[in-house]
């Protein structure tokens, strides 16, 4: 046999409410006898003719009596039998409360709070049309609501006990709504928890937010029509782990929906909180900073991603144009819904993990890599930059017109010459150069993750995108050219990535490997504190010789290449920087990544500027971040 899943405790019955129970189980039944205290003197005082009147007076008094008995017993016999052995049980869900999200430092990134909701239980509503009508108009004046709203979600519910009508009451509907529901025992008035976050942190796109449960949802585990599932962020990821499980409590009430005893009791249990690998005063510095600079500039899309270099957790993450999560947390105004699904700005986009752009020269190192790998070149080969390379009909350009002179890998990575860059990946048949080939290209780009996702705990991550000559005949019904290959060896023309994807490359550059990034430092309990056990996503790459080298060369971009603004960090920083052209009619989006500190890396920076132009924002942005990180 299986066990209750109930504790069964003994129920008591609460004096207050059976006295009023017993007014009203007992009105108009109760009879004075006091006068008849003496009646053995009755004949003392009083004549015969008196006796006969007293007798007559008797006996209609005897027959109003009973009357009134009858009338008790059978004419309303029914109505009181109803009332005396109308008790019933009645279910009440007991709600858990959702884990609790804390950063690092143990500083709270979500709260719950309490507020008011209105429940409707349809079983005892009258069952006369106009008195049922009445609540609804009642109700209808009161919030905001309209009747055929009402009765959508009475269909949608119609096999609960209880059904939710409104939530998020104002303080003062909901004390109106309290006292009515003292007479209406079809209606409860409760104050249930929901999520608040905290705005001024920009981490919507992170935490993500709650939504209404649909059918679809119900498959995934044991819910109720009202409740609410995490939709995006690490509010869905985590849904399983942050979701606590209801308790439930059986009451025995009686006619008048008055409860008189509790029947059993099954105990709620709370979810578990996250640890997150976050640092809430990073993640708020760099919200200020790109805010700021997106205003300053008008460059309102951003993404950034800021990584610990030692076990690749998540230090802060952005993406510009961000959104208020609580607009999520009551019921949804259509008006806002809609302002943010239809914003050209694509606020809901997370930047930082579903974004794919083209990489630009922060593609560079893993070229260069490749090249040092394949033994192609070596740390004295150079190539000369005149300002570009003609083939054919088409020219390549280097940034600067002039050319950047002999150029051996150190400087190119540097000065990013493109030049340098063409030669190596596609070959220059006028030197006799062999080059590496968009197969080989494509291989190394594959090994340091790009062309699927990194596995970050966040829903939707783009996987970017690898071309291949087969991919161009088949899409485009056009052969692979030469010119395509040069495109791609500075990371121009059909190669996308993302952000999170450029800093785990950069991550394993910055240390020699790199881990899978992750947002969990650890999981709590009632049993414990479960810690994440990070997970290497990158190593044995390339040989120890060749990584220094493209670290040498990542150093000198900061010393005197084309990030020398960032030598006001108090720490050393080498990095990459990176433009990427898109459509030859809009502004090229601007990219920086980096870590920091050169001899010993604690953090790797990625910043990526929509639009940005040149280089120089993106460096900005992560500049301004980085003292801020090393002097605080």
């Given at each position: 046999m299986?066990?209750?899943?109930?504790?069964?405790?003994?129920?008591s019955?609460?004096?207050?409410?059976?006295?009023?129970?017993?007014?009203?189980?007992?009105?108009?039944?109760?009879?004075?006898?006091?006068?008849?205290?003496?009646?053995q003197?009755?004949?003392?005082?009083?004549?015969?003719?008196?006796?006969?009147?007293?007798?007559?007076?008797?006996?209609?008094?005897?027959?109003?009596?009973?009357?009134?008995?009858?009338?008790?017993?059978?004419?309303?016999?029914?109505?009181?039998?109803?009332?005396?052995?109308?008790?019933?049980?009645?279910?009440?869900?007991?709600l858990?409360?959702?884990?609790?999200?804390?950063?690092?430092?143990?500083?709270?990134?979500?709260?719950?709070?309490?507020?008011?909701?209105?429940?409707?239980?349809?079983?005892?509503?009258?069952?006369?049309?106009?008195?049922?009508?009445?609540?609804?108009?009642?109700?209808?004046?009161?919030?905001?609501?309209?009747?055929?709203?009402?009765?959508?979600?009475?269909?949608?519910n119609?096999?609960?006990?209880?059904?939710?009508?409104?939530?998020?009451?104002?303080?003062?509907?909901?004390?109106?709504?309290?006292?009515?529901?003292?007479?209406?025992?079809?209606?409860?008035?409760?104050?249930?928890?929901?999520?608040?976050?905290?705005?001024?942190?920009?981490?919507?796109?992170?935490?993500?937010?709650?939504?209404?449960?649909?059918?679809?949802?119900?498959d995934?585990?044991?819910?109720?029509?009202?409740?609410?599932?995490?939709?995006?962020?690490?509010?869905?990821?985590?849904?399983?782990?942050?979701?606590?499980?209801?308790?439930?409590?059986?009451?025995?009430?009686?006619?008048?929906?008055?409860?008189?005893?509790?029947?059993?009791?099954?105990?709620?249990?709370?979810?578990?909180?996250?640890?997150?690998?976050?640092?809430?005063?990073?993640?708020?510095?760099?919200?200020?900073?790109?805010?700021n600079?997106?205003?300053?500039?008008?460059?309102?899309?951003?993404?950034?991603?800021?990584?610990?270099?030692?076990?690749?957790?998540?230090?802060?993450?952005?993406?510009?144009?961000?959104y208020?999560?609580?607009?999520?947390?009551?019921?949804?105004?259509?008006?806002?819904?809609?302002?943010?699904?239809?914003?050209?700005?694509?606020?809901?986009?997370?930047?930082?993990?579903?974004?794919?752009?083209?990489?630009?020269?922060?593609?560079?190192?893993?070229?260069?890599?490749?090249?040092?790998?394949?033994?192609?070149?070596?740390?004295?080969?150079?190539?000369?930059?005149?300002?570009?390379?003609?083939?054919?009909?088409?020219?390549?350009?280097?940034?600067?017109?002039?050319?950047?002179?002999?150029?051996?890998?150190?400087?190119?990575?540097?000065?990013?010459?493109?030049?340098?860059?063409?030669?190596?990946?596609?070959?220059?048949?006028?030197?006799?150069?062999?080059?590496?080939?968009?197969?080989?290209?494509?291989?190394?780009?594959?090994?340091?993750?790009?062309?699927?996702?990194?596995?970050?705990?966040?829903?939707?991550?783009?996987?970017?995108?690898?071309?291949?000559?087969?991919?161009?005949?088949?899409?485009?019904?056009?052969?692979w050219?030469?010119?395509?290959?040069?495109?791609?060896?500075?990371?121009?023309?059909?190669?996308?990535?993302?952000?999170i994807?450029?800093?785990?490359?950069?991550?394993?550059?910055?240390?020699?490997?790199?881990?899978?990034?992750?947002?969990i430092?650890?999981?709590?309990?009632?049993?414990?504190?479960?810690?994440?056990?990070?997970?290497?996503?990158?190593?044995n790459?390339?040989?120890?010789?060749?990584?220094?080298?493209i670290?040498?060369?990542?150093?000198?971009?900061?010393?005197?290449?084309?990030?020398?603004?960032?030598?006001?960090?108090?720490?050393?920083?080498a990095?990459?920087?990176?433009?990427?052209?898109?459509?030859?009619?809009?502004?090229?989006?601007?990219?920086?990544?980096?870590?920091?500190?050169?001899?010993?890396?604690?953090?790797?920076?990625?910043?990526?500027?929509?639009?940005?132009?040149?280089?120089?924002?993106?460096?900005?942005?992560?500049?301004?971040?980085?003292?801020?990180?090393?002097?605080?």
């Open positions: 299986r066990d209750d899943p109930f504790k069964i405790q003994e129920g019955i609460k004096d207050g409410k059976l006295k009023n129970f017993s007014k009203s189980r007992h009105s108009g039944d109760h009879i004075d006898f006091a006068w008849a205290k003496n009646a003197t009755l004949g003392k005082f009083f004549a015969d003719d008196k006796i006969t009147r007293l007798f007559f007076i008797l006996v209609v008094f005897l027959m109003i009596l009973w009357g009134r008995g009858f009338y008790l017993q059978v004419a309303q016999g029914e109505s009181f039998r109803g009332i005396a052995e109308g008790n019933r049980l009645r279910e009440e869900v007991i858990s409360n959702r884990g609790l999200i804390y950063d690092r430092f143990g500083n709270l990134l979500v709260k719950n709070v309490s507020h008011f909701f209105l429940y409707l239980a349809p079983g005892d509503l009258p069952e006369e049309d106009l008195e049922k009508q009445e609540i609804f108009d009642r109700l209808t004046a009161l919030l905001d609501i309209d009747q055929p709203e009402i009765d959508d979600r009475l269909a949608k119609k096999n609960q006990n209880k059904v939710l009508i409104y939530e998020n009451i104002p303080y003062e509907q909901a004390i109106q709504l309290m006292l009515w529901s003292e007479d209406h025992p079809e209606l409860s008035v409760t104050y249930e928890p929901r999520r608040s976050y905290f705005d001024y942190l920009g981490l919507a796109h992170v935490m993500g937010y709650l939504g209404s449960i649909d059918e679809d949802d119900f995934k585990g044991n819910y109720r029509y009202n409740d609410r599932i995490g939709k995006t962020g690490l509010e869905f990821i985590y849904e399983d782990i942050l979701r606590g499980q209801d308790g439930l409590r059986q009451i025995e009430v009686d006619a008048l929906n008055k409860e008189k005893n509790i029947v059993a009791w099954q105990e709620p249990q709370d979810g578990q909180d996250l640890v997150l690998t976050l640092d809430a005063k990073a993640q708020q510095k760099l919200y200020e900073i790109m805010s600079n997106a205003q300053q500039y008008d460059k309102p899309k951003m993404a950034a991603v800021v990584l610990d270099a030692h076990d690749g957790g998540v230090l802060a993450m952005m993406s510009l144009p961000t208020d999560n609580n607009i999520f947390t009551a019921t949804l105004n259509i008006e806002d819904y809609n302002k943010i699904t239809t914003d050209p700005a694509t606020p809901l986009l997370n930047r930082a993990v579903d974004g794919a752009y083209p990489f630009g020269s922060v593609f560079k190192p893993i070229v260069a890599a490749a090249a040092l790998e394949e033994e192609l070149i070596n740390s004295s080969f150079t190539v000369n930059s005149t300002g570009g390379v003609q083939i054919g009909n088409s020219f390549f350009p280097d940034w600067r017109p002039s050319g950047h002179g002999r150029t051996d890998i150190e400087w190119a990575l540097a000065d990013s010459v493109n030049t340098f860059f063409y030669t190596i990946g596609g070959g220059n048949n006028q030197w006799r150069e062999e080059g590496l080939g968009i197969n080989r290209i494509m291989k190394y780009a594959k090994n340091f993750g790009l062309g699927e996702s990194t596995g970050i705990d966040l829903a939707s991550e783009a996987d970017g995108f690898l071309p291949s000559k087969n991919w161009k005949e088949k899409t485009l019904d056009e052969r050219y030469l010119g395509d290959t040069y495109n791609l060896s500075i990371g121009q023309g059909y190669l996308l990535g993302t952000p994807q450029a800093a785990v490359s950069m991550a394993y550059f910055a240390t020699g490997r790199a881990w899978q990034p992750h947002f430092k650890s999981i709590k309990s009632v049993d414990g504190e479960d810690v994440y056990q990070s997970e290497l996503a990158l190593e790459l390339i040989d120890s010789v060749n990584l220094n080298i670290r040498r060369g990542l150093k000198q971009t900061v010393e005197d290449g084309t990030a020398t603004s960032l030598q006001s960090v108090a720490v050393p920083v990095g990459k920087t990176g433009t990427a052209q898109f459509n030859r009619n809009k502004t090229p989006h601007s990219w920086f990544a980096g870590f920091a500190p050169y001899d010993d890396p604690q953090i790797v920076v990625t910043i990526l500027v929509e639009e940005g132009g040149d280089r120089g924002l993106a460096v900005t942005v992560a500049r301004q971040f980085m003292e801020w990180y090393f002097e605080r």
